[in-house]
């Protein structure tokens, strides 16, 4: 199984690692996040997310640790990059909740198929949707208009 790592600004990290164990209660000891705190060297963010990963690779069940970030070139992204190795750990930019459930879904496969199924996930979850009329209601553009003269 791969574990997570959500590194983001204040408070985002831990806002959607909720949402996971909203959906998925089983999942808190596979997702970790950790908060960018705007008073807090880029160095002590990192080594704050140095101490999350070691956790996260500690039980012997643990293949891999996806990280997941919010901007890419931003603080979180930049602590990021230090601690993914490009083998047992690989780093997304641009995270969403859709994203973020789709991983927590699918931690139990290959990293690298995690990430493809993560990459989908956000994309796919980022959708315009049509506004229209409510099914079988008639649209009242000119209801007003036609009763004006009862009054």
Do not use: W
């Not at 705007?38 to 990963?53: D, Q, Y």
């Not at 190795?85 to 990293?111: F, K, Q």
């Amino acid at each position: 199984m791969n574990a997570i790592l959500l590194i983001a600004h204040a408070p985002l990290a831990n806002a959607l690692r909720q949402c996971a164990l909203h959906v998925f209660p089983e999942c808190g000891g596979s997702v970790m996040a950790v908060d960018v705190q705007p008073n807090l060297s880029p160095e002590e963010t990192l080594a704050t997310a140095r101490i999350a990963m070691d956790q996260l690779v500690q039980p012997p069940h643990i293949q891999g640790v996806l990280v997941l970030t919010d901007i890419f070139g931003a603080t979180p992204s930049n602590v990021a990059q230090k601690l993914v190795d490009g083998v047992t750990s690989r780093l997304i930019t641009g995270v969403n909740l859709p994203m973020l459930l789709r991983a927590v879904s699918y931690r139990h496969e290959p990293l690298e198929t995690l990430v493809s199924r993560a990459m989908v996930g956000g994309t796919q979850g980022v959708m315009q949707v049509a506004i229209t009329a409510p099914q079988n209601q008639r649209r009242r553009n000119h209801d007003q208009e036609e009763h004006d003269h009862q009054q």
